[in-house]
């Protein structure tokens, strides 16, 4: 009799406790999911990584032919040398007209004034060259740094740390600007993406503890509610809860399935 009693006791404990309880399923999404476009059209000269390859940020992904940038280069940086040149050139044309200038006014009493205007006139047409050679030289140096910027891009680098998880690319692919063409997800930034329906939110509460579990690996933690987002589809009726959770030293991949039992809802 006493042991009916207890398994009765038992039943009736676990019914109460999963009336409080609320078990939902999710999946592991990771906050760091980058996805690396090309920016210019041209051909994939070399790719330095594989699917599932380990990379740290500045690692080197892939480098595009730069055979057009290196003629585009060597143009701005023979048009940067020749503005110096000029530039040179009007500087010391304009100290020598001054230093004429300087003796002709300390002989004012024999030189005529005609003479004096003449260097003048001289003196204004070197500075206003002088002067168009300064922006010129500045224009020069902008291009200079665009081309620098290009070629950043046609060596394309990790923006972070991360696992590779999608290539679209290979040796002699030409690729458009805009097109995707790596996909890197940082495996330590990670949480669980789970929809709860509307009737469902008056249980939920922003930093609410809960319990996770991946089943695949038989794994049990803790977790808390850290942001509740509004469906982008409103005839669903659902709403999106991330939970973040400590993840221990397990091996937890985004896309594992998750399940989430938020306790003693209120």
Do not use: C
């Not at 143009?75 to 010391?92: C, N, P, Y």
Request: a positive charge.
């Amino acid at each position: 009799m006493r042991k009916v009693l207890f398994i009765a006791l038992f039943l009736l404990t676990t019914y109460y406790a999963a009336a409080n309880e609320i078990s939902l399923t999710g999946t592991v999404i990771s906050n760091g999911q980058k996805m690396i476009g090309a920016r210019y059209m041209g051909y994939v000269k070399k790719v330095f990584v594989k699917l599932g390859d380990y990379v740290k940020r500045e690692d080197d992904l892939y480098e595009m032919e730069s055979a057009e940038f290196d003629i585009m280069k060597s143009q701005a940086d023979v048009a940067m040398e020749q503005s110096k040149v000029v530039l040179e050139f009007w500087r010391k044309r304009l100290k020598v007209i001054q230093k004429r200038k300087e003796k002709m006014e300390s002989k004012k009493g024999f030189m005529p004034m005609t003479d004096i205007e003449d260097l003048d006139t001289m003196a204004e047409n070197a500075k206003a060259m002088l002067d168009s050679s300064q922006v010129m030289v500045k224009q020069m140096a902008i291009k200079a740094k665009q081309l620098a910027s290009v070629y950043n891009y046609l060596k394309m680098k990790a923006p972070s740390d991360g696992v590779i998880v999608q290539k679209n690319i290979k040796v002699g692919d030409m690729v458009m600007p805009g097109m995707m063409t790596i996909m890197l997800v940082d495996m330590e930034d990670l949480e669980i993406d789970v929809s709860i329906s509307e009737g469902m939110m008056k249980h939920v509460h922003l930093g609410d503890e809960v319990k996770v579990t991946i089943p695949s690996i038989e794994y049990h933690t803790k977790g808390k509610i850290r942001a509740i987002i509004p469906a982008a589809n409103p005839m669903t009726h659902k709403i999106k809860i991330r939970i973040s959770f400590d993840r221990g030293k397990q091996n937890i991949f985004p896309g594992m399935y998750a399940k989430v039992i938020i306790r003693q809802a209120r």
